[in-house]
Nanobody, 117 residues
Framework: QVKLVESGGGLVQPGGSLRLSCAAS???????????MDWYRQGSEEYREMVAS??????IYADSVKGRFTISRDNSKKTVYLQMNDLKPEDSDVYYC?????????WGQGTQVTVSS
């Protein structure tokens, strides 16, 4: 069973920065090849908004975070990062990581980001 553990959320003032991390581990066996590592935020009860996505072929960002957020990955550590700069109150949300493999998708448990003065 693959488990994703997120860290790095918290409270920050507007204009500040945070760095989120999401690392994969397996209770037994190996971790399958990860095709894409993504960050989402909850948005609404029904819909999670894709914030950023990285794969071997491309990196994409939501328009709302372009120029402020940077996604990166360390394949050897099975970890994805989200560097968030110039944070705004509207960035406040629960952030989730998603790892996509050929057979299954794995979600992290979520980490709260609050941007407030």
């Amino acid at each position: 069973q693959v488990k994703l553990v997120e860290s790095g959320g918290g409270l920050v003032q507007p204009g500040g920065s945070l760095r989120l991390s999401c690392a994969a581990s397996a209770d037994s066996g190996s971790i399958p090849t990860i095709n894409s590592m993504d960050w989402y935020r909850q948005g609404s009860e029904e819909y999670r908004e894709m914030v950023a996505s990285i794969s071997s072929r491309r990196t994409i960002y939501a328009d709302s975070v372009k120029g402020r957020f940077t996604i990166s990955r360390d394949n050897s550590k099975k970890t994805v990062y989200l560097q968030m700069n110039d944070l705004k109150p509207e960035d406040s949300d629960v952030y989730y990581c998603l790892f996509q493999t050929d057979w299954e998708n794995y979600w992290g448990q979520g980490t709260q980001v609050t941007v407030s003065s």
